[in-house]
T-cell receptor, first 118, second 110 residues
């Protein structure tokens, strides 16, 4: 399996521009997670999908952030308008079933998208 | 554990020695714990996990110990190799949400 695929790997944009990050989860996985990683705050969960449905988006910083999962093999995270404080590495992860018997399935992470907003 | 900010704790070990990375977690209700390894420029990679009904679990060259009394988790790496150099995160999970700790940077000296 190719693992979780993310694109682009690097993105440099100017403040105010729209940014779209893409993720293809591992085939057969039912859960998808978007994380943001910064030196200041570490790894933060932004949103979690199960069977393409957003289950918890409480980690999404503000209305400028939105995420979609139109089908089982594709998800996007959009920032509009982007700001310099959004600069971070954004990871997508997927897992087989989300929660099984109260325990979490192992999450498999993509390589991340390194975003720099000038 | 909650992420704590700028400076990661660093552990420096000699190649061939054993490494012990420690982690304190905050939620006594957490019932599942995971160690992840993150190499430079890559996403976190699962190493080993442990359920709260266990106090020890072994993998290949790695052992995780769980002390629920003091809410402490440790990762032991036997015969540390240069390829083990990375940031190691402990994570606690319950339900679908995984809470990642701040991480410890392991540096292996050849």
């Amino acid at each position: 399996d190719a693992g979780v695929i993310q694109s682009p790997r690097h993105e440099v944009t100017e403040m105010g521009q729209e940014v779209t990050l893409r993720c293809k989860p591992i085939s057969g996985h039912n859960s998808l997670f978007w994380y943001r990683q910064t030196m200041m705050r570490g790894l933060e969960l932004l949103i979690y999908f199960n069977n393409n449905v957003p289950i918890d988006d409480s980690g999404m910083p503000e209305d400028r952030f939105s995420a979609k999962m139109p089908n089982a093999s594709f998800s996007t995270l959009k920032i509009q308008p982007s700001e310099p404080r959004d600069s971070a590495v954004y990871f997508c992860a997927s897992s087989l079933g989300g929660v099984v018997k109260g325990f979490q399935e192992t999450q498999y992470f993509g390589p991340g998208t390194r975003l720099l907003v000038l | 554990g909650e992420s704590v900010g700028l400076h990661l704790p660093t552990l420096s070990v000699q190649e061939g020695d054993n490494s012990i990375i420690n982690c304190a977690y905050s939620n006594s209700a957490s019932d599942y714990f995971i160690w992840y390894k993150q190499e430079s420029g890559k996403g976190p990679q699962f190493i080993i996990d442990i359920r709260s009904n266990m106090d020890k679990r072994q993998g290949q060259r790695v052992t995780v110990l769980l002390n629920k009394t003091v809410k402490h988790l440790s990762l032991q790496i036997a015969a540390t190799q240069p390829g083990d150099s990375a940031v190691y995160f402990c994570a606690e999970g319950g339900g679908f949400k995984t809470i990642f700790g701040a991480g410890t940077r392991l540096f292996v000296k050849a």
